[in-house]
């Protein structure tokens, strides 16, 4: 495989313009999160998703890449490339863009993943505490989801399917989202009080962002312009398109009233479900997976609000389920022709819908654990919630100092003497034991 | 006739409207306003800017009650609004003079009687 080694200067130049695609749906993931939660909340939400961009990159370049992607066992790949090193200009095997690029490439996956999870948390998690759990969760939970369907692993060696994030991105994220509600628990007012989003708009702009990333993210996970890319990118146009016709459909018939905060929910919902299945199906049976993908994730959204799971953002219905139904999906209706890779059970290969089970039941069970064992434990270290009274005054002011909408009223500018005085005279935000 | 004035917090305003309603205590207009109470000042920080923020935003809610229902509308405006902190906000009382039902022109007590049914 000489010719494997060379550098393509057309797979090359797209795979840098995805990369960067792929990193704006980080910021894209923090607006949309931002329009969810109450207007006090709006920055620590969104800076939830800015602190994945700092904490998870440097993790991944110290280790998180080499756990993922190099070599090791069927579990996890091992230390070679620990702090980048040898990795340079030179491509991977079988590949033709830079090894270097290939690692941008996959550490915005790893930011985007771990930033997910926050939906689960927002509003009460405390922001040092959820600093640590992406450090902890960059490192011991994606790069080894990653490993199994990528890097080698054993999901992988069987045959498992998934083009380009249903086990380490999808499933991983929405399961990890349904452990974190559960060691950080409900919201005080959860329940209690209707907690309405305070932007539409942040929402669906946030929602748009997300889709034109999600063109690199899976357009570029066939890591060139071959007609894999060209077959996930289209994929990522039609399926989100279906899965939102069928959305207004279901909320039509629920309502009368086709919603525009369920429009946002159906594009990502679609986004999710074609991302593990992308590269596979043909354009068709793209279609009917947004299709398919749309009824248990709306089906889920609705009733869990009325349960004590307070999982804030439904990342479990968004992404845990739809991207379970995308790996599936694989299994059934994966088209030879179209991926040149494998058949699905419709078209005789009943081995493929083996092995995608097997990612469907192995990838929430250790993403589940993972995530619930590292909290618990960071809970030992410290508090993962603020208290009652910090979490009514919002996390904007307790966390950060500022907040999303000041208005200037009653602001008096403190002079630098002030400001050192400040420290001693006035107190940042009355505390409550 | 009484008007009532309560100035709460914002994150309890919520409460102050669940323990109105168990007290039976309708016709309620609320107002977002901005105030000082004594309560210790925030700091906030933006880029080279610090500024002390010596305004809290709080509700205001006004009540208008005959004089058997002011008691009443006092206590659950304390239940709903007291955290026990500085800034949990003041009551006023002020004698009404006149109240006019504009839909009906019921003056006084009628027009603060709430519609039956």
């Known amino acids: 495989m000489l010719a494997a080694a060379q550098v393509n200067a057309g ?3 797209w795979m840098l313009v995805a990369t960067a695609l792929v990193l704006l ?13 109450r207007s006090k909340n709006t920055l620590n939400t969104f800076m939830m998703s800015v602190a994945a961009l700092a904490v998870v990159t440097v993790s991944f370049a110290a280790v998180g890449y080499s756990l993922a992607f190099s070599d090791g066992n069927g579990f996890i790949g091992g230390l070679d490339h620990a702090f980048l090193r040898d990795v340079g200009f030179t491509p991977r095997e079988g590949m033709t863009i830079p090894h270097l690029l290939f690692f941008a490439y996959q550490a915005t996956f790893c930011i985007i993943t771990a930033a997910l999870i926050s939906g689960a948390v927002v509003e009460r998690m405390r922001f040092p505490a959820f600093l640590l759990f992406l450090l902890v969760w960059s490192v011991a939970v994606y790069p080894v989801l990653a490993h199994w369907v990528w890097g080698g692993g054993w999901l992988q060696e069987r045959g498992t399917l998934d083009f380009a994030g249903g086990v380490p991105v999808e499933m991983a994220s929405g399961f990890s989202a349904l452990a974190a509600a559960l060691v950080v628990r409900a919201r005080k007012d959860y329940g209690r009080q209707a907690l309405l989003p305070h932007n539409a708009v942040f929402i669906l702009l946030g929602a748009g962002l997300l889709w034109f990333g999600w063109f690199g993210f899976n357009g570029g996970s066939g890591f060139g312009v071959g007609n894999a890319s060209i077959l996930a990118f289209t994929n990522t146009l039609l399926a989100p398109a279906a899965t939102l016709v069928v959305w207004f ?3 039509q018939l629920r309502d009368r009233k086709v919603t525009a905060v369920g429009a946002a929910t159906a594009i990502v919902v ?5 991302t593990p299945a992308a590269g596979f199906l043909s354009p068709g049976f793209a279609m009917l997976l947004g299709a398919v993908a749309a009824v248990p994730s709306y089906f889920i959204i609705l009733w869990r609000p009325r349960t004590r799971l307070d999982e804030t953002l439904d990342v479990l219905a968004a992404h845990g389920t739809a991207g379970l139904v995308g790996i599936l999906f694989i299994g059934f209706f ?3 022709s179209w991926n040149g890779v494998s058949d699905g059970l419709v078209f005789g290969n009943a081995g493929q819908l083996a092995d995608q089970a097997l990612a469907v039941l192995a990838t929430p069970a250790y993403a589940f654990f993972g995530t619930f064992a590292i909290l618990k434990g960071i809970g030992l270290l410290m508090p993962l919630r603020t208290s009652e009274h910090e979490e009514s005054l919002g996390l904007d002011v307790v966390e950060h100092g500022e907040e999303a909408y000041a208005t200037g009223e009653g602001a008096i500018l403190l002079t630098q003497e002030d400001g050192a005085r400040a420290a001693e005279v006035l107190q940042p935000v009355p505390v409550v034991p | 006739m009484k ?3 309560a100035i709460v917090r914002p994150e309890r305003a919520n409460d102050v409207l669940a323990a109105l309603h168990h007290a039976d205590v309708r016709g309620v207009s609320i107002s977002r306003v901005q105030g ?16 002390a923020m010596s305004l809290n935003d709080k509700v205001r809610f ?11 509308t006092i206590d659950a405006l304390l239940e709903g609004a007291r955290t026990g902190e500085v800034g949990d906000g003041k009551i006023f009382v002020v004698p009404l003079e006149r109240a006019i039902r504009i839909r009906t022109g019921e003056a006084d007590e009628a027009a603060v009687t709430p519609v039956a049914g």
Do not use: K, N, W
Not at chain 2, 63 to 72: E, K, L, M, Y
């Open chain 1, 11 to 13: 797979d090359t130049a």
């Open chain 1, 25 to 37: 749906m980080t910021p894209a993931l923090g607006l949309f999160y931002a329009g969810f939660v």
């Open chain 1, 249 to 251: 459909t279901l909320d």
């Open chain 1, 270 to 274: 679609g986004c999710v479900a074609i």
């Open chain 1, 334 to 336: 994966a088209q030879a």
């Open chain 2, 3 to 5: 008007l009532v004035i």
């Open chain 2, 36 to 51: 000082h109470g004594g309560e210790l000042e925030r700091v906030e920080t933006y880029r080279g800017t610090t500024v």
């Open chain 2, 62 to 72: 006004e009540i208008a009650v005959s004089d058997d229902f002011c008691d009443p």
